[in-house]
């Protein structure tokens, strides 16, 4: 894989006519020691969030050796790449296949789990195996979060306790998880959360030995600031500290976004000015797709040799296909003199970026290269580069 400084390097350099992925292994080694320093107990890397080999590595360099994985796929990757790591099948429902692939031939152990059928299943597959750890998974509230998970899986607190007690009877430890949805802006989310574990612990009367809080961890985005991380720590940590639970039992986290959003961004170039629309070479197929799914922000910024003196002023987006809904209002606020042939970084993109991208219309990304500057917001400690200038940074 190639490497260079920065946006603008890459820009000059190369002149490159489709997308190109900027990836910051340093970014992401920095994140996984973040959470295997501060967080009061285990970080497992929710895969589906990227799942790049290169930064798989990167996160086990930086000390994550558990991972969640969401599929026999993720499962098969993983293992192919670190023999050694432990994985966890935390998605609660999975074909019988993938529940006996994954425990035969890849040593998985743990499964996450939302019925009674799906607790069959898992017993089925295993043919009865005794050492499980298997993870009840809470529905809980994502009323702090930008992206809501609290529909599709999940038992209530107070319906949970039927579950637990048959969890309980064929596992090895017995676990409790939730996830308080993507992109949580306040710890109370995990304060609320853990008050439904104690109350599910407390009606079902078992020992629960595994409380996994999820992930939700949140990066920093344009009009999403969220306080710091040690801020989450503390609130779970001492909910953690006051639930019943066994004297050995264990505190598990699941960070996707949080481990990975910073590691990549994309240099992409504007095609057509039409007023204040940009026509861009990727989008909502591409790795914009939250962009024009679910409004979501991201920073920009303008890479040009000289600096713009211009105003900035909001534009919106539409990405290269023929589809009218490739379009990404935005806003995105950009140099009022920007004009087709300039180039534009899109940050904070390691998150769903590259994992959401599709070839559709025949427009599909271009080279991939480690960029060693920083990135364009960071939430792991400010840097000389991040955030307040980065316009004028990436211009420079």
Not at 27 to 53: C, D, L, Q, W
Not at 166 to 189: E, K, N, T
Not at 358 to 383: C, H, K, L, S
């Amino acid at each position: 894989m190639h490497e260079n400084h920065n946006a603008l390097g890459v820009a000059l350099g190369l002149k490159p006519t489709q997308p190109v992925t900027l990836v910051r292994p340093h970014a992401a080694h920095r994140a996984a020691r973040y959470f295997i320093e501060k967080f009061p107990g285990t970080s497992m890397y929710a895969v589906k969030a990227n799942p790049s080999p290169d930064l798989i590595r990167s996160l086990w360099d930086g000390g994550i050796t558990h991972f969640d994985v969401a599929s026999i796929a993720e499962v098969r990757l993983v293992r192919s790449l670190l023999p050694h790591a432990t994985l966890c099948f935390m998605h609660p429902v999975k074909g019988e296949e993938a529940i006996a692939e994954a425990y035969h031939v890849h040593g998985v152990r743990t499964f996450s789990l939302d019925s009674l059928a799906e607790l069959d299943k898992i017993v089925v597959a295993t043919k009865g195996a005794k050492d499980l750890s298997l993870c009840v998974r809470l529905r809980v509230s994502s009323s702090h979060s930008k992206l809501s998970l609290a529909s599709k899986f999940g038992v209530a607190a107070d319906e949970a306790a039927p579950l637990l007690m048959a969890a309980r009877q064929v596992a090895d430890a017995l676990g409790i998880c939730f996830h308080v949805g993507s992109q949580a802006m306040s710890p109370q989310a995990y304060a609320d959360a853990l008050a439904q574990v104690r109350a599910a612990i407390v009606a079902a009367g078992v020992t629960v030995d595994i409380v996994d809080v999820g992930g939700g961890f949140p990066s920093i985005y344009p009009g999403m600031e969220p306080t710091e991380l040690d801020a989450y720590f503390e609130v779970i940590s001492r909910a953690y500290e006051a639930l019943p639970v066994s004297y050995s039992a264990e505190l598990w986290c699941e960070p996707g976004r949080a481990l990975c959003a910073e590691y990549a961004s994309v240099l992409v170039r504007v095609e057509a000015r039409k007023d204040d629309v940009l026509y861009i070479n990727d989008g909502a197929y591409g790795s914009l797709f939250d962009a024009a799914h679910v409004a979501w922000r991201f920073p920009v910024a303008l890479v040009r040799e000289t600096a713009s003196r211009a105003r900035t002023i909001p534009f919106s987006f539409y990405g290269p296909t023929c589809d009218d809904m490739d379009f990404m209002r935005g806003p995105f606020e950009l140099p009022a003199d920007i004009k087709a042939g300039d180039y534009i970084e899109v940050g904070m993109l390691g998150a769903y970026g590259s994992a959401m991208r599709t070839g559709f219309n025949g427009f599909t990304a271009g080279d991939t290269i480690i960029a060693r500057d920083e990135p364009m917001d960071t939430a792991y400690g400010v840097t000389e580069e991040t955030p307040s200038k980065v316009i004028q940074l990436r211009q420079s």
